[in-house]
Nanobody, 125 residues
């Protein structure tokens, strides 16, 4: 069974840090572009970051640059999203997704093939 499972969400203070994990089972993440999306209450889902297969090139939405870091651990078949200095507006459910994309390219847009169930991140003091 092909599955993505997010973990690591929770309550974090502004200016703190949090690392989200996206673990795959049933397939190898190395061959897929992996993206992180989020959806805040009352808002549309937005793509915030992705990492390509092949060269692990990355993309970040403008508001995430310098604060979030996406990375891949092939040995653990896991992709991470390190959140640094989160803000109140980062509160959302975070999802990871995998796409059978061309090599060395990713975009957090378009259709993704596999999705996780989401993990809640709440930024609050």
């Amino acid at each position: 069974q092909l599955q993505l499972v997010e973990s690591g969400g929770g309550l974090v203070q502004p200016g703190g840090s949090l690392r989200l994990s996206c673990a795959a089972s049933g397939f190898t993440l190395d061959y897929y572009a992996i993206a992180w999306f989020r959806q805040a209450p009352g808002k549309e889902r937005e793509g915030i970051s992705c990492i390509a297969s092949g060269d692990d090139s990355t993309y970040y939405a403008d508001s995430m640059k310098g604060r979030f870091t996406i990375s891949r651990d092939s040995a653990k078949n896991t992709v991470y999203l390190q959140m640094k200095s989160p803000k109140f507006e980062d509160t959302a459910v975070y999802y990871c997704a995998a796409k059978d994309e061309e090599w060395d390219y990713c975009s957090p847009r378009g259709e993704y093939d596999y999705w996780g169930q989401g993990t809640q991140v709440t930024v609050s003091s």
